[in-house]
């Protein structure tokens, strides 16, 4: 009767342990399945250009949700300048714009975001919400005033016609992102290296900057994903010369007159979206090491 009792009395104390262990893996499992759909959804869209931009022109809209009729032509289309696209210069013209723009923004935005969460003054609160009612701005409504002014001053159809409006979008992106990481890194760090002999400056250089890497790298990504994109601006103000691949891909010529060429575009937003992705890998592995090395002495 004893050993049936001590049996009895270990089942229920391990009975709310099993119905733990149950829970956790069924909430795992829930964390699991929501990743799986939320991956299914994000990467359907760029599944199927993939696979319409290896696809025969006859096959446009054939509904195999996989590779059929495999052929390169849409991407000789792309880089093809017989039927006026000019492909390869509109990547570099992006790849100048977006990068320029990055590199500005992220100059003038670490040294702002750095004086917003580090240096007290008056009206600090009040900048601040200037620069969060910039990124709110309606883009839309700068066009015709852009357009005035650079056609007045010569600009039309320049690099600085197309960058100068880009940092007034990425700038202030730039700075209150950055601003919210400054503002939770401690104060004992950028002071322990004062003690230590360093000017305001070289603890800046020296300490903050290696730790802020993370929080630089993944803004890095955003603006240059921002300036990239851009079409409004780079569609009024840019030329034959400086057209952006935003632009291109929405002028494109395919290979027969007064035919949409879905598989070309497709195969244009392809080529677009690599770099992209390079960029993404290159800038995550910075950050996960940005992540891993910064500690206090």
Not at 29 to 58: E, N
Not at 132 to 153: C, D, E, W
Not at 240 to 245: A, F, G, P, Q, R
Not at 276 to 281: A, E, Q, T
Request: some cysteine.
């Amino acid at each position: 009767m004893s050993i049936s009792t001590a049996k009895a009395a270990s089942a229920a104390a391990a009975a709310p342990h099993l119905a733990a262990k149950r829970r956790e893996r069924w909430a795992n499992g829930r964390t699991y399945i929501s990743a799986a759909l939320i991956f299914i959804w994000c990467l359907l869209p760029f599944y199927w250009m993939i696979v319409t931009a290896f696809r025969d022109v006859g096959y446009t809209f054939d509904p195999t949700p996989f590779f059929t009729h495999v052929t390169w032509d849409n991407f000789t289309t792309v880089f093809s300048e017989d039927l006026g696209n000019h492909f390869a210069r509109n990547l570099l013209n992006s790849l100048l714009v977006a990068g320029v723009t990055t590199i500005v923004a992220l100059l003038f935005g670490v040294f702002a975001a750095y004086a917003l969460a580090r240096l007290e003054f008056r009206f600090k609160f009040l900048v601040l919400g200037f620069v969060l009612g910039a990124s709110m701005f309606p883009g839309v409504a700068l066009v015709t005033p852009l357009f005035q002014l650079f056609t007045n001053i010569g600009w039309y159809g320049t690099y600085q016609a197309l960058i100068i409006p880009n940092i007034s979008f990425v700038l202030p992106l730039t700075v209150y992102t950055l601003t919210s990481f400054f503002r939770e890194m401690p104060w004992e760090l950028e002071e322990s290296a004062r003690i230590d002999g360093c000017t305001q400056g070289q603890a800046f250089r020296k300490v903050i900057m290696p730790l802020a890497a993370p929080a630089v790298f993944t803004t890095a990504i955003l603006a240059f994903i921002a300036a990239w994109n851009e079409f409004l601006i780079a569609s009024q103000l840019s030329n034959e010369s400086t057209k952006t691949v935003t632009v291109a891909i929405a002028y494109f010529a395919g290979a027969q007159p007064h035919q949409e060429p879905y598989t070309a575009v497709m195969a244009a937003g392809t080529v677009v979206t690599i770099p992209l992705v390079i960029l993404v890998l290159v800038f995550q592995r910075k950050i996960v090491a940005g992540l891993t090395a910064g500690a206090v002495k």
